[in-house]
């Protein structure tokens, strides 16, 4: 019976899918918007009224700007070097004296950490730039496609996030979750971007395929 049912099953169909290649080599920014994006800017917008006061973000304000503004009064840009016009503060993350200590209200770390070797120091500079009662919110990638050239050094799992940050914060005062189901991670893979796929089908959330760990922690 075992193998009649064996006989019986169905192979898979992987259409555009079965190359060895994804479709999109950019994340998908070539075909619309990433789907780690969409959990990044849900986690956000979640989050929203956090992103108040006096703020850091990586790269450029974008999202402090968006899911901020009005309720934000200064917006700071962390950048490594200064070839960045938007960077209003230059150095590593990881280094002491790069960020000003008990300055900031939220820092919005999004996509940046596990480029940083020196993981742990970096986190303990995140937190000793904040206030007292300042918000960290901070995404990391979870299943996706590394790319090397950029330094690519750690992933944060559920448990790990929970650990370092929570070393640092205290563990009741940090809050972990994962973004992403085994649909949205293939399709990431790929490189399908949003706009691509039923929005419902990204809105099931599985532990088991972290296509985003997002943590939000408070000083």
């Given at each position: 019976?075992?193998?009649?049912k064996r006989?019986?099953?169905?192979?898979?169909s992987f259409?555009?899918?079965?190359?060895t290649?994804?479709?999109?080599?950019?994340?998908?920014?070539?075909?619309?918007?990433?789907?780690?994006?969409?959990?990044?800017?849900?986690?956000?917008?979640?989050?929203?009224?956090?992103?108040?006061?006096?703020?850091?973000?990586m790269?450029?304000d974008?999202?402090?700007?968006?899911?901020?503004?009005?309720r934000?009064?200064?917006?700071?840009?962390?950048?490594?070097n200064?070839?960045?016009?938007?960077?209003t503060?230059?150095?590593?993350?990881?280094?002491?004296?790069?960020?000003?200590?008990?300055?900031?209200?939220?820092?919005?770390?999004?996509?940046?950490?596990?480029f940083?070797?020196?993981?742990?120091?970096a986190?303990?500079?995140?937190?000793?730039?904040?206030?007292?009662?300042?918000?960290?919110?901070?995404?990391?990638?979870?299943?996706?496609?590394?790319d090397?050239?950029?330094?690519?050094?750690?992933?944060?799992?559920?448990?790990?996030?929970?650990?370092l940050f929570?070393?640092v914060?205290?563990?009741?005062n940090?809050?972990?979750?994962s973004?992403?189901?085994?649909f949205?991670?293939?399709?990431?893979?790929?490189?399908?971007?949003?706009?691509?796929?039923?929005?419902?089908?990204?809105?099931?959330?599985?532990?088991?395929?972290?296509?985003?760990?997002?943590?939000?922690?408070?000083?």
């Amino acid at each position: 019976m075992d193998r009649v049912k064996r006989r019986l099953r169905i192979s898979p169909s992987f259409g555009d899918l079965g190359n060895t290649k994804p479709l999109s080599t950019m994340y998908g920014y070539d075909r619309g918007t990433p789907i780690d994006r969409y959990y990044i800017e849900n986690f956000l917008s979640e989050r929203a009224s956090d992103i108040a006061g006096r703020t850091l973000e990586m790269g450029d304000d974008t999202y402090t700007s968006r899911f901020g503004g009005a309720r934000t009064s200064q917006r700071d840009v962390l950048h490594l070097n200064a070839l960045n016009p938007a960077a209003t503060i230059v150095g590593d993350l990881s280094k002491r004296g790069t960020l000003p200590v008990d300055a900031f209200d939220c820092l919005v770390i999004t996509q940046g950490l596990h480029f940083i070797y020196e993981i742990r120091a970096a986190v303990d500079q995140l937190y000793g730039s904040l206030r007292r009662d300042g918000v960290l919110l901070l995404t990391s990638p979870g299943i996706f496609a590394r790319d090397e050239q950029f330094g690519w050094f750690w992933s944060l799992t559920m448990p790990s996030a929970r650990r370092l940050f929570g070393e640092v914060f205290g563990a009741a005062n940090v809050e972990v979750r994962s973004y992403g189901n085994v649909f949205a991670a293939t399709a990431f893979l790929q490189g399908i971007a949003v706009e691509e796929v039923p929005k419902y089908k990204l809105d099931f959330l599985d532990e088991a395929f972290p296509v985003v760990v997002t943590v939000r922690a408070r000083k």
